[in-house]
Antibody, heavy 117, light 111 residues
Framework: EVQLLESGGGLVQPGGSLRLSCAVS????????MNWVRQAPGKGLEWVSA????????YYADSVRGRFTISRDNSKNTLYLQMNSLRAEDTAVYYC??????????WGQGTLVTVSS | QSALTQPVSVSGSPGQSITISCTGT?????????VSWYQQHPGKAPKLMIY???NRPSGVSNRFSGSKSGNTASLTISGLQAEDEADYYC???????????FGTGTKVTVL
């Protein structure tokens, strides 16, 4: 069964850090670029970051560039998002997603990150 | 990078057709044939419905179709059904530094 399982979300204070993980199964992880997409409560989707198959190329939205770092461990079939200097506006459900060319073909169920004191 | 512009809501009766617009610029929607559409039911993850402007993934009903004219892309749902009631988002590749941009989202209501 094809599955993307996010973990690592939770409550963190402003200025704090959190690392999200996404464990992938059911397809050849090394063949696909990956995305992180987030959705603030009651709001729309926002593309956050993307990474190439090897991890050598990474891309970020202006809103997170310099604070978030995307990475992957192809030996563990796992995608990561290191989030530093977190702000209230980073509060959202974070989705891990499989990228094929210029489309996102498969999404995880998401993990909630809440930034609050 | 600003979000692509979609109408807040669109509604229709069962069996009718509705169209959702997605307006961007020549740097995104107008410049590339890389527009995708996603359906999201409450509390669920999004689902890809259309990619590369007009293409439907395997398993998606042929009641869903996409098109583009200039800087505006459109999603048409024909033969509207109760299960089509959901939020719909467009997305496009963009030549700006953010790489991809989503639309503001449209809530489809089946009357």
């Amino acid at each position: 069964e094809v599955q993307l399982l996010e973990s690592g979300g939770g409550l963190v204070q402003p200025g704090g850090s959190l690392r999200l993980s996404c464990a992938v199964s059911g397809f050849t992880f090394t063949n696909y670029a990956m995305n992180w997409v987030r959705q603030a409560p009651g709001k729309g989707l926002e593309w956050v970051s993307a990474i190439s198959t090897s991890g050598s190329n990474t891309y970020y939205a202006d809103s997170v560039r310099g604070r978030f770092t995307i990475s992957r461990d192809n030996s563990k079939n796992t995608l990561y998002l290191q989030m530093n200097s977190l702000r209230a506006e980073d509060t959202a459900v974070y989705y891990c997603a499989k990228k094929e060319y210029h489309r996102t073909t498969l999404w995880g169920q998401g993990t909630l990150v809440t930034v609050s004191s | 990078q600003s979000a692509l512009t979609q109408p807040v809501s669109v509604s229709g009766s069962p069996g009718q057709s509705i169209t959702i617009s997605c307006t961007g610029t020549s740097s995104d929607v107008g410049g590339y044939n890389y527009v995708s559409w996603y359906q999201q039911h409450p509390g669920k993850a999004p689902k890809l419905m259309i990619y590369d402007v007009t293409n439907r993934p395997s398993g998606v009903s042929n009641r869903f179709s996409g098109s583009k004219s200039g800087n505006t892309a459109s999603l048409t749902i024909s033969g509207l059904q109760a299960e089509d009631e959901a939020d719909y988002y467009c997305s496009s590749y963009t030549s700006s530094s953010t790489t991809y941009v989503f639309g503001t989202g449209t809530k489809v209501t089946v009357l």
